[in-house]
């Protein structure tokens, strides 16, 4: 074989390659799965990508939402690997949870490893907020009431314990002298439950996301007590204090974003990214991620996955701290 032959060969191999990776065309069928009840982060991150898709017109049949939930994502997790592993038109949102479930082996036999990393659409904060009539102003209120007596203070949260919401309320408990296993900690599915229960007085504060409070802070109904972000937050959320400026070393960013089927082909895993990456810079989405309260953060393709992998092992670290991961 010719060294002339063999340069053609790959040339045209390699011609091909991206000329498939180009033309991938869109989904006939779209949908975003949410891994948790309607009302929470998840259900948002779906509904921010279902409008932007739809008003961009890169999509011509509206994107379809659906609900798993089961193991603040490992349901979803699992049916996308082991039963729906070649979808194109199916993303799954993730978050920050998400990726310190994965960290403590919380998704079963399937790792970080078992599904494609495609875009991130935002960075959330994590906050603790209680009712608008609580007798706690600040977050030194609530916490000199659970280090004089833990059982006072009920926290209810959409996630287990080992959670991104139960570490975020143990790291306070032990700057306020508390052991993180006397804490009263209330476990629901997804972020939209543990609001109910504080509204109906079954807890006292909650821990979660700022951009689930958003919808709640204009009804003078929750008192978000600090944002665990390292300066306040811009707009709207600008009179939200921070743990930082209260004397809690706290700082607690959540990415939320999406991922597909570890099968899904090259090209049609490639039009994703694409169309994530032009449609990050449109003004439509620019506008749905700002009335979700969530703050610019934009990785995609084998970025996202570089920035996932190492991000999951900074939580295994932490998690081992509390004695939660091997």
């Known amino acids: 074989m010719s060294k002339h032959f063999c340069r053609t060969f790959i040339a045209t191999t390699l011609l091909l390659s991206t000329t498939s990776l180009l033309a991938a065309e869109p989904p006939s069928r779209t949908e975003c799965i949410a891994p948790a009840k309607p009302g929470g982060g998840f259900d948002l991150t779906c509904k921010l990508i279902q409008v932007s898709l739809q008003e961009t017109d890169v999509i011509e049949k509206p994107m379809r939402v659906t609900y798993m939930p089961g193991g603040v994502g490992a349901v979803a997790y699992n049916a996308i690997v082991a039963q729906r592993p070649a979808e194109p038109g199916t993303v799954v949102a993730f978050s920050g949870g998400s990726l310190l479930n994965l960290s403590q082996g919380k998704f079963g036999r399937y790792g970080v490893n078992d599904v494609r990393w495609l875009a991130s659409v935002g960075t959330d904060y994590g906050m603790i907020a209680v009712r608008a009539d609580s007798p706690w102003k600040s977050l030194n209120d609530l916490m000199a009431a659970l280090e004089k007596n833990p059982d006072s203070v009920v926290f209810g949260a959409g996630a287990s314990i080992g959670s991104q919401d139960w570490m975020k309320t143990a790291l306070l408990a ?73 004397g809690y070393d706290l700082v607690w960013p959540i990415i939320r974003g999406f991922f597909v089927g570890p099968k899904v082909s090259d090209a049609e895993y490639q039009w994703w990214v694409e169309t994530f990456r032009k449609l990050q810079q449109t003004e439509v989405f620019k506008t749905q991620r700002d009335l979700r309260g969530l703050f610019e953060f934009n990785k995609n393709g084998k970025e996202l996955d570089t920035y996932v992998k190492q991000q999951v092992e900074e939580y295994r670290k932490q998690a081992q701290a509390f004695g939660l991961a091997n």
């Open 174 to 246: 032990k700057q306020a002298n508390v052991d993180p296993r006397k804490m009263r900690y209330v476990a629901f599915e997804g972020g939209g439950e543990p609001v109910t229960a504080l509204m109906g007085n079954h807890v006292q504060a909650v821990s979660g996301d700022m951009s689930e409070m958003v919808p709640y802070l204009k009804g003078d109904k929750l008192r978000v007590l600090a944002v665990f972000s390292a300066e306040r937050l811009p707009g709207a959320l600008a009179n939200v204090p921070t743990a930082k400026e209260q």
